[in-house]
T-cell receptor, first 114, second 112 residues
């Protein structure tokens, strides 16, 4: 079983739809959870960063972490064509920034059709 | 979040030559930076941790003599791909941060 599982898609939705992206993981010790957005031929851009369980909202984006189920989600409301990208989940045991121990999902490719 | 730049954004070279990629932290003094490689339709793979003023730490399976890393200042880390071969063609991305990682725009390398 891989440490982080993420459905690669592709996922195609009409403009304005609510998008749900998900990752499951096996290591219950993960404490920091992130979502990155990566446009084609660009570096990943940090969207959301969450510590432990709970919800976090930022504009049209909501991140949820359910540690009991080892499941994290990213919701995008009122999706726009500019949201078309690959979304990567990532997680770490501790401070992933300075210690480099981020574990990534394979990414879900999202396409939002006008 | 942190701002990271990379140069060049893309490079084409002949097999057997060496290529240097620069990673700069523009607003943060980074004692630690990271180098990743990403093949098409794959996720990011950590290659090595670049430590300012000391040797880099390489992940298992990454040849340290082939991928030379230098982190001579708090704002600059370089990755040199030595004697590049076509199989080294990939997207190389650096990152830095504290609580999480912020990535540079990436460098696309094509070895002919």
């Amino acid at each position: 079983q891989k440490e982080v599982e993420q459905d690669p898609g592709p996922l195609s939705v009409p403009e304005g739809a609510i998008v749900s992206l998900n990752c499951t993981y096996s290591n219950s010790a993960f404490q920091y959870f992130m979502w990155y957005r990566q446009y084609s031929r660009k570096g990943p851009e940090l969207l959301m960063y969450t510590y432990s369980s709970g919800n976090k909202e930022d504009g049209r984006f909501t991140a949820q972490v359910d540690k009991s189920s080892k499941y994290i989600s990213l919701f995008i409301r009122d999706s726009q064509p500019s949201d078309s990208a690959t979304y990567l989940c990532a997680m770490s045991l501790n401070y992933g920034g300075s210690q480099g121990n981020l574990i990534f999902g394979k990414g879900t490719k999202l396409s939002v059709k006008p | 979040g942190a701002v990271v730049s990379q140069h060049p954004s893309w490079v084409i070279c002949k097999s057997g030559t060496s290529v240097k990629i620069e990673c700069r932290s523009l607003d943060f003094q980074a004692t630690t930076m990271f180098w990743y490689r990403q093949f098409p339709k794959q996720s990011l793979m950590l290659m090595a941790t670049s430590n300012e003023g000391s040797k880099a730490t390489y992940e298992q399976g990454v040849e340290k003599d082939k991928f030379l890393i230098n982190h001579a200042s708090l704002t600059l880390s370089t990755l040199t791909v030595t004697s590049a071969h076509p199989e080294d063609s990939s997207f190389y991305i650096c990152s830095e941060g504290l609580e999480t990682q912020y990535f540079g725009p990436g460098t696309r390398l094509l070895v002919l």
